[in-house]
Structures are given as C-alpha cells and as structure tokens.
C-alpha cells in the first residue's frame, strides 16, 4: 500500500504529489515508477523523483472534472514486465483559483460584474499572495472548457 500526500489537488493540476512506500517497495536504482490517474472519461501518466529510498515525487495533472480517480503506482526495470505495485484513491477538486476563472470567463465584457476588484482593493492581501492567486488563476483559466467563439471581450464584438 502506498500513501498519496496532499491526497486531492485542483483540477489544474500543478501540486507536489508525494508518495510514500511501503517496506517492500523501496526505490532501488535500476527502478522506474511512475504513476497513472485513471478517471472516468481520462488517464494521465506522470514520472516520478525519488526523493529517498521510502519516498517519490511527482507533479498532479490537470484534470477534467471534479471526482474520485484511481491512481496506480507501476514500476519498470528494464527486461522485465511493468508492475503495477499498488493503488490508491486520489481527488481532484474544484477551488477559488479556478471557481475566479470561471467567473472571469462569464464575466468576459461585463463592466459592471467585475467591479468586484474594489472589494479585493478594500482588503488588500500581501504582494506574495497576490502573485500566487494569479498563478494559480492563470492555471485555472487554461484548464477550462470555453466555447471555440469565447474571447475576453465577451459577445459584443464593437468593444
């Protein structure tokens, strides 16, 4: 059995995933793990770092939806079949980065809608703070799904 910490990541994706194994798993050097996110409508394959004989890396994928996908570990040594060496439940989930993209990209054109800035402007977070939100929106707005005709001047095209 391996442990999956942080055990859930937003659904675009980009957190450090640790894997913690058990005593028989331990990395050996000539030892390929990856992992593979097995959802309902998608599958993802991340490599993995070692990070110590007990322990791997690896960054989690963005994702299609909000739900509960099973990850398995599988290991590959040259010569020899690949094995899946253990399993573990995973979620993907949706946060405020992504929930402010959504929001942004149905605002897209409306003045009125994103007046909301002045509240931000009311309580101003630290710069730090405000750098990682907007990378962590930027992230978001990849991930979602817009139509071929959106833009961010929204539908009136005599913006």
């Known amino acids: 059995v391996m442990k999956l910490n942080p055990q859930q990541a937003p659904l675009y ?58 990850v398995a570990l599988c290991a590959s040594r040259e010569g020899h079949p690949v094995l899946v060496v253990a399993e573990e439940s995973f979620q993907f989930v949706q946060d405020e980065a992504y929930d402010a993209a959504q929001f942004l990209a149905t605002c897209a054109g409306n003045q009125q809608a994103l007046n909301f800035t002045r509240f931000l402007d009311r309580s101003r977070p630290p710069a730090a703070d405000v750098d990682f939100l907007d990378e962590k929106v930027a992230l978001a707005f990849r991930h979602l799904k817009l139509p071929a005709e959106w833009n961010v001047l929204g539908a009136d095209q005599s913006l």
């Open 13 to 70: 994706g980009d957190s450090v995933i640790t894997v913690q194994l058990t005593e028989e798993d331990k990395v050996e050097d000539d030892v390929v793990f990856y992992l593979v996110f097995t959802g309902s409508t998608v599958q993802h394959c991340t490599s993995t770092r070692k990070v110590n004989p007990g322990s791997l890396e690896t960054i989690s994928p963005g994702h299609d939806c909000c739900e509960t996908v099973k």
